[in-house]
């Protein structure tokens, strides 16, 4: 999307696009502000909306909330998120989109994940969804409207109270 076309954290090193490196399917956090193994929170998401709420995140200092990337939908990386998601098998594990609940990657990444936490050993068993409601448009109609459904879906999928995004 253009919105990340200059935005400073949306960058890649040269490094990361030599030879000897792949594609990460799953991009976790391990190294980074969150420490590995201590989430409480699993937030997972596909897109753009990761840069939302890693600035939410980040600005409510929540640093037991990790947010992780699934960078391929299909064929579904049910291997690497397992991996992932076995060092946290007590977290909440939420699934957050930015599309309305009937369209984006929700109904079909949904089964996947939840097959991923039980091989995993979560506690938990069903994912937590947090987006828009479903609807008939992927547009909400006026930006001020766009602005309060995403500062509620950041909100909902950090368990933030929603005026705090």
Same mark, same amino acid.
């Given at each position: 999307?253009?919105?990340?076309?200059?935005?400073?954290?949306?960058?890649?090193?040269?490094?990361?696009?030599? /030879?000897?490196?792949? !594609?990460?399917?799953?991009?976790?956090?391990?190294?980074?502000?969150?420490?590995? =193994?201590?989430?409480?929170?699993?937030?997972?998401?596909? =897109?753009?909306?990761?840069?939302?709420? &890693?600035?939410?995140?980040?600005?409510?200092?929540?640093?037991?909330?990790?947010?992780?990337?699934?960078?391929?939908?299909?064929? !579904?990386?049910?291997?690497?998120?397992?991996? /992932?998601?076995?060092?946290?098998?007590?977290?909440? !594990?939420?699934?957050? @989109?930015?599309?309305?609940?009937?369209?984006?990657?929700?109904? !079909?990444?949904?089964?996947?994940?939840?097959?991923?936490? *039980?091989?995993?050993?979560?506690? *938990?068993?069903?994912?937590?969804? &947090? =987006?828009?409601? &479903?609807?008939?448009?992927?547009?909400?109609?006026?930006?001020?409207?766009?602005?309060?459904? @995403?500062?509620?879906?950041? &909100?909902?999928?950090?368990?933030?109270?929603?005026?705090?995004?």
């Amino acid at each position: 999307p253009k919105s990340l076309l200059r935005h400073k954290a949306c960058v890649s090193s040269l490094a990361d696009l030599t /030879t000897g490196t792949t !594609f990460h399917r799953v991009l976790d956090e391990r190294g980074g502000k969150v420490k590995s =193994g201590k989430a409480k929170r699993i937030v997972m998401c596909s =897109g753009k909306v990761f840069y939302d709420l &890693a600035a939410a995140r980040d600005a409510a200092a929540l640093w037991d909330v990790e947010i992780l990337r699934v960078e391929q939908l299909y064929p !579904f990386p049910s291997k690497a998120l397992t991996e /992932t998601l076995s060092e946290v098998p007590g977290a909440t !594990f939420v699934w957050c @989109q930015e599309e309305p609940r009937n369209m984006g990657g929700w109904t !079909f990444v949904r089964d996947f994940i939840e097959d991923a936490m *039980q091989a995993a050993g979560a506690r *938990q068993e069903r994912l937590i969804y &947090a =987006g828009r409601d &479903a609807a008939a448009s992927p547009a909400t109609g006026t930006l001020a409207r766009h602005n309060r459904e @995403q500062n509620a879906l950041v &909100a909902a999928a950090l368990n933030l109270p929603n005026d705090k995004t």
